[in-house]
């Protein structure tokens, strides 16, 4: 059993860590929403690969544009973290609960 719990631990930390990379990919794709950057660059086409089609998303299902401000970065954050308070939470508690 602790090889169980020991698994789910794992899974939460990495997932958690995974959440964390990702939301500030989410914070330096809304900074750079703000300034005009050299689309050819790499770093910059990586950010905008890894958070357009999110963006996306939640742009054709929610009207997230008030007067010209975007939010749905707003809103992915906020997922991020409820995912962060409640799966990765929730598995940290099962691994607990397995020992």
């Known amino acids: 059993m602790i090889v169980l719990a020991n698994f789910f631990e794992a899974i939460a930390v990495v997932l958690d860590y995974a959440l964390?990379?990702?939301m500030w990919i989410i914070i330096?794709?809304?900074v750079l929403s703000w300034v005009s950057p050299d689309p050819y660059?790499?770093?910059v086409r990586f950010?905008?690969?890894a958070t357009e089609p999110v963006f996306y998303q939640i742009r054709?299902?929610?009207p997230v544009s008030f007067g010209g401000l975007d939010i749905s970065p707003i809103i992915v954050i906020l997922a991020i973290i409820f995912l962060q308070t409640f799966v990765v939470n929730s598995l940290h508690g099962l691994a607990r609960s397995i020992v």
Request: charged residues 15%; positive net charge.
């Open 20 to 22: 964390s990379i990702y």
């Open 41 to 43: 660059n790499p770093i």
């Open 60 to 62: 054709k299902r929610l």
């Open 28 to 30: 330096a794709g809304a």
């Open 47 to 49: 950010i905008n690969t």
